[in-house]
């Protein structure tokens, strides 16, 4: 029986609270709602520790609510489909979720490896190229089996994997990255002047900072006014949007490169639907309106479970209702 969300508001936010759903973290079961991400279920049932850090073993919290994540990297699914390093605060909560912390033994709260934090003054960058010089005969038989077992910190399925791949192509006037207000506004101004437009989003949900900051644009509320621009932004054949979408390079020739994660928010996807799809995206122009990533501040503790940026903070309340 999944625990209660000790951690939720009891109003507000824009998750779906009739459609709760249950899953998995480290075995235990928790509860969320539709439109959570991993990372705000997990804040909202209370959980601060999510990993640890890759030489000390340090505890590790969620530290922002998007793509940037550089600490909740966790384990999903099992078997086959086992994915490391996938960022939580990016991964869309389903039904059945589950989902492991990594780089720990025998568990995230009590690990050995945090043993290395007493080692720091010799742990130093590089320590390994002045470290283990001698005897020459131990450097492939004992020194590099070790450091390759310690590198890297989630575990690859190391069997086949059953999912299917698709790769297309896609062309386009005017290629828009972000579905922010600036990436909504020029998808509105290029359609409405007849260009054939692709806009990319990599969240599920339309709207970027919209969905945390609020205010008011052109003197309506920022809901309303979002609700507005998509309504006429769907009746724009020559406009084509794609959520779960990263643009992630541009390359010669105007051509882009996407990856779209088709059925990865799906707890039991149809048998033949691929599972991502690779994009090749020829634009004669693109705007890139992605927005800003907040610079964390330097001080003693700043990599604390707990502490996380402010525009992170901002987002698990107004958005998810979660503290």
């Not at 720990?104 to 080692?119: A, G, I, K």
């Amino acid at each position: 029986m999944a625990g209660a969300q000790t951690h939720r508001l009891g109003n507000g936010g824009l998750v779906d609270r009739s459609a709760p759903l249950n899953f998995r973290f480290d075995g235990k079961a928790f509860s969320g709602f539709q439109g959570d991400t991993l990372a705000s279920a997990l804040i909202a049932n209370g959980v601060k520790l999510v990993g640890r850090s890759f030489k000390y073993h340090r505890p590790r919290g969620i530290l922002t609510a998007g793509s940037e994540e550089p600490n909740a990297l966790v384990e999903l699914r099992s078997g086959a489909r086992r994915e490391p390093n996938t960022k939580a605060t990016t991964a869309e909560l389903y039904e059945g979720l589950e989902a492991a912390s990594q780089n720990r033994w025998p568990s995230l709260r009590h690990d050995v490896m945090s043993v290395n934090q007493l080692f720091a003054p010799i742990f130093v960058a590089g320590f390994y190229y002045k470290t283990f010089m001698w005897p020459a005969k131990f450097w492939e038989a004992i020194y590099e089996p070790a450091i390759r077992r310690a590198a890297g910190l989630g575990r690859a399925a190391g069997i086949a994997d059953p999912d299917h791949y698709d790769k297309a192509w896609a062309h386009c006037d005017v290629l828009i990255a972000g579905s922010g207000p600036a990436g909504l506004a020029a998808a509105l101004a290029a359609g409405r002047a007849g260009a054939r437009v692709i806009l990319c989003e990599e969240d599920f949900t339309l709207g970027g900072r919209l969905l945390s900051d609020g205010g008011t644009i052109d003197g309506v509320p920022a809901a309303e006014w979002l609700s507005r621009m998509l309504a006429e932004l769907a009746d724009m054949p020559d406009v084509r949007i794609m959520t779960r979408t990263t643009l992630f390079g541009v390359y010669d020739g105007g051509t882009y490169g996407a990856i779209e994660r088709v059925n990865d928010h799906l707890p039991s996807p149809p048998e033949h639907q691929v599972r991502q799809r690779l994009w090749r995206i020829v634009a004669k122009r693109c705007v890139v309106a992605a927005g800003a990533i907040e610079r964390p501040i330097v001080f003693a503790g700043n990599d604390t479970p707990g502490v996380m940026m402010a525009s992170a903070m901002r987002t698990y309340v107004a958005r998810y209702a979660a503290t």
